[in-house]
């Protein structure tokens, strides 16, 4: 399976500001997704993130709060903009090797 | 209804035990399954894939029902290692797409 690598792992921020995070995997992937865990709750998809396209955003998720990048087939990033402590969670992503393994997070807390 | 449902337990059981969760989904044009493991303040790891004819994977069985739109997985002889929530995902039609919708998990607890 391929090795997903998260940064940051965690970290506390101020609300308003934004984040981002980078996921990086050691072999050429053509999807990759990005999750959202929230405290005791289950994954929830926010985009799918292909190369070379837009990445495709589910319902309740939007760009102008959760931009993505997908500059090649082993790099991707999500940003979290704007953030409030509603966006206080754990932001995966994951890559379809088949099936889908995931990088090991980023604890994101919100003062 | 739910996409995906889970009971979230805690099943709580002794060494040895057998255990079963089940795990049933709404569309019944969804064609793949999973069952996936997390543990506390981890990623979640893949446990195994769900085949129509059911698999079994050392001491892991896991059964399809599509009739009855669920999927189980089956724990023989549990160990204290066992203890973890486990999470089933279902891909998220139309077609045979990646997209994945996850269960909130049924958490395991085994104790000595």
């Known amino acids: 399976s391929a090795v997903i690598s998260q940064k940051p792992s965690r970290d506390i921020c101020q609300r308003g500001t934004s984040l981002t995070i980078q996921c990086q995997v050691d072999s050429q992937v053509t999807m990759m997704f990005w999750y959202r865990q929230q405290p005791g709750q289950s994954l929830t998809l926010i985009a799918t993130a292909n190369q070379g396209s837009e990445a495709t955003y589910e319902s309740g998720f939007v760009i102008d709060k959760f931009p993505i990048s997908r500059p090649n087939l082993t790099f991707s990033t999500l940003t979290v903009s704007n953030m409030s402590p509603e966006d206080s969670s754990i932001y995966l992503c994951s890559v379809d090797v088949p099936p889908q393994h995931f990088g090991d997070g980023t604890r994101l807390s919100i003062l | 209804r739910k996409e995906v449902e889970q009971d979230p337990g805690p099943f709580n059981v002794p060494e040895g035990a057998t255990v079963a969760f089940n795990c049933t989904y709404s569309?019944?044009?969804?064609?793949?399954f999973f069952w996936y493991r997390q543990d506390c303040r981890k990623e979640p790891k893949l446990l195994m894939s769900v085949y129509s004819s059911g698999n079994e994977d050392g001491r892991f069985t896991a059964q399809l029902n599509r009739a009855s739109q669920y999927i189980s997985l089956l724990i023989r002889d549990s160990k204290l290692s066992d203890s973890a929530t486990y999470l089933c995902a279902v891909n998220k039609p139309p077609g045979n797409t990646d997209k994945l919708i996850f269960g909130t998990g049924t958490r395991l607890q085994v104790f000595p």
């Open positions: 569309n019944s044009a969804s064609q793949s």
